[in-house]
């Protein structure tokens, strides 16, 4: 069975975007914009949300290719494209990039593709990660949280019906305060 994991920047008080979509306060560091790379580069499948879709496709398909682009941007832009995705929307949209895009029921197919074979899976986007979030589909949950208190916007975590328990796997300090936790679901 593949691993599922939520992985996402989010502000102190729980947030991945503010109101409106802001995601300006989420500037990471060189060595973090480097572990975000490095972890696009091991992820065998990323599974997206439209509105992440969006955000994501209409930059990172031509990052590299922009003028003064760092080195890192680069290298992040051609791992992104590399990486095999799967869309879920309900709206029609066009995806590209190694991406497929699902219409149907997105819990059925995370459920199929979790089951099959193949290395770890990333889920992105707060409203698909919602979904198997209160499913039960997310094995790991990774979060990147910044010392920025929004006030409002998206929470990374959904309202569930059942507790789900979970052991502290990894944490590690990035420069500006910024604190990644990795917990692992416990059966």
């Keep these: 069975m593949r ?29 973090l914009f480097q572990w975000w790379s490095d972890r696009v580069h091991s992820t065998s499948l990323a599974l997206y949300g439209r509105k992440l879709w969006e955000g994501m496709s209409s930059h990172w398909p031509t990052a590299d290719r922009q003028p003064g682009a760092s080195r890192a941007a680069i290298e992040y832009a051609g791992r992104w494209r590399d990486m095999p995705k799967v869309v879920f929307s309900a709206t029609p949209l066009t995806v590209g990039w190694n991406a497929r895009l699902v219409t ?10 979790k089951a099959g074979d193949g290395g770890p899976m990333d889920i992105g986007g707060a409203t698909l990660a919602a979904a198997a979030m209160r499913a039960g589909l997310i094995d790991e949950y990774v979060t990147v949280t910044h010392p920025v208190l929004i006030g409002g916007g998206t929470p990374f ?11 502290l796997a990894e944490t590690r300090r990035f420069p500006n305060g910024v604190l990644m936790t990795r917990y692992e679901t416990q059966p």
């Design 3 to 31: 691993k599922l994991t939520f992985a996402m920047n989010l502000s102190l008080d729980g947030y991945v975007a503010a109101p409106g979509g802001d995601l300006g306060w989420s500037m990471p560091s060189d060595e």
């Design 104 to 113: 149907g029921d997105a819990i059925t197919e995370i459920t199929r593709l």
């Design 157 to 167: 975590f959904t309202t569930l019906d059942t507790w789900v328990n979970l052991t």
